[in-house]
Structures are given as C-alpha cells and as structure tokens.
C-alpha cells in the first residue's frame, strides 16, 4: 500500500466523481471514494484543499492522480470564458470544482459504448461484470475490486461471454472496437494529433459510437476541450435555456454551444448536464 496527500485547489471530489463522467468509482464517506484507475484500488478523501490518497499499488505516484483530475488546469480561467450569461454562471455556482477527468482511452471507450440506452446504475453494473469476468483481481486491505480488461481480452472473447456480462447488443460492438485498438486502428496519440473534427470522424466508424459517445470520449479522454455531448439532459436543458423552449436537432444544439461558449464549451456541458440532472434549472 502506499499512502500520499495533494494539495487540490479549485477541486471538488464528489461533483467531479458524481457527474456521469466515470463510472468506476463509489462513495464510501463524507468526500471519500474508492474505485479503480492505472490498474490499483485507490481510496480518495477531500479535506478542503487537500487530497489524501491511499493505493494498492506502490509504484503509484502523484503525478498521476495530479493528471487524472487535471489539477493543474486553470478552472476559474474558463469559468471566465464559458460564464456568457446567469444559466451557465448559476451552475457553474453549484458545483464549482467539478473538473473534467482525463480517462485511459480504452476504458473510457468501451464504458460510453455500454452507455448506449443504459442509466449509470446498470453501467456500473456492466462494467463490474466485465472486470470481475476478465480483470484482474486487485486488493487493498478488506476491499476488493478487478482491473478493467485490455483489449486483448475482450477480442479473444466470445460474443456469449460478453453478453452474459449484461452487454447485450452492445457486445459485438465491444470485440470489433477492441480488434481496432489491437490493429492500431485507434490509439491515443492519433486521436490527440488529429483536429476535433477528424478525430471525431475516425471514432465514429466504430460501430456502436455516434456523435454523442464520439463526443464523450474526445472530452473525458482525449482531452477535446471543446466537444459538447448532447444526450436527453443536455437537450432539454439547452432547449429551455437557450432556445426558447423550442424543438432543435441535436447538431443545431452542438453548433450553438461549440460557437457560444468557444474552445471549453465541454466544461459548459458538464456544468448544465450536472445541473439539469440535479433538478437546479
């Protein structure tokens, strides 16, 4: 086990956990959560500025858990940027120091692609399965969790073995995305090299990922600043918001916000979606 603190300001651990960016990490406490990144348990507590963070794995240093929550990120620098008008600023009031996770490609691909059609409890539930099916067993202390399975495992895998995980229609979609990180047909580093748009475009010829999930991975992973995921909460927030009410396409939606709230509009997104979510609107 290893045990360290990080100084965290502008952070807020339960609105960045519990906004619907990852899905791999519970609650256990007052500003304290456990859940699994970089193959260890690691537990998480908030005591205002401070992080203190106890892992499995020893080789565990700061300076990732500093990258994962993007702590260096200057976020009242884009609160002054997306903060256009009173709906943007009021959620940016109620959860100020929620910040946009830099995920593990892989993992964040395959959990948007089993967010299709599905609410966070059940993906939770999925992802589990998988991990426990075919991860690797993690320990630390009492608890127990798996490590999320690379692609080669989930490519060797049988469509049956997948679907009894839970996945459903979705398990063909996992083994064929899985056969292109292999084939090196989708990487990281070609994803962050390529303009938004055509970083997109590549991730959409998966099958399983449309513009929503194509969004969400460039935002939560690739670090696309300026991607907007338009789901169900984000339209009918957008609409009350900022249409009047009105009845526009999802690309109408995605058009206005990439122009209005400019090159971090995907942080105006994870403010109003939380908004909405929580019923503040």
């Keep these: 086990m290893k045990s360290f603190v990080i100084k965290a300001s502008n952070f807020s651990l339960s609105h960045t956990l519990e906004c619907g960016q990852v899905f791999r990490w519970d609650k256990i406490g007052v500003n304290e959560y456990e859940g699994v990144i970089a193959g260890s348990i690691v537990k998480i507590r908030q005591e205002k500025d401070a992080l203190f963070i106890r892992s499995s794995n020893s080789r565990l240093i700061p300076s990732f858990i500093i990258s994962y929550f993007d702590l260096t990120l200057d976020l009242p620098y884009i609160y002054n940027t997306i903060g256009q008008d009173k709906h943007i600023k009021a959620a940016i009031a109620g959860f100020k120091g929620l910040r946009i996770i830099r995920q593990p490609l892989w993992e964040c691909l395959s959990s948007f692609i089993i ?100 969004d969400c991975v460039l935002l939560y992973s690739v670090g696309k600043l300026g991607a907007f995921p338009v789901d169900i909460w984000i339209k009918r927030v957008m609409q009350t918001l900022y249409f009047n009410g009105r009845q526009v396409s999802e690309d109408k939606i995605r058009e206005f916000a990439r122009g209005y709230f400019g090159k971090y509009a995907g942080y105006a997104q994870q403010y109003l979606y939380h908004y909405a979510r929580r019923g503040k609107w």
């Design 115 to 214: 967010s299709a059609y599905n609410n966070i409890p059940r993906i939770k539930g999925i992802i589990h399965n998988l991990c426990v099916c075919s991860g690797k067993r993690l320990v630390l202390g009492k608890c127990v969790y798996y490590s999320f399975p690379p692609p080669r495992l989930f490519a060797d895998s049988s469509i049956g073995r997948l679907k009894r995980c839970g996945t459903g229609f979705r398990a063909s979609y996992l083994k064929k995305t899985a056969r292109a990180f292999l084939d090196g047909k989708i990487s990281p580093r070609l994803l962050k090299e390529k303009p938004y748009e055509e970083a997109k475009k590549i991730l959409m010829r998966l099958d399983g990922v449309g513009p929503k999930v194509a």
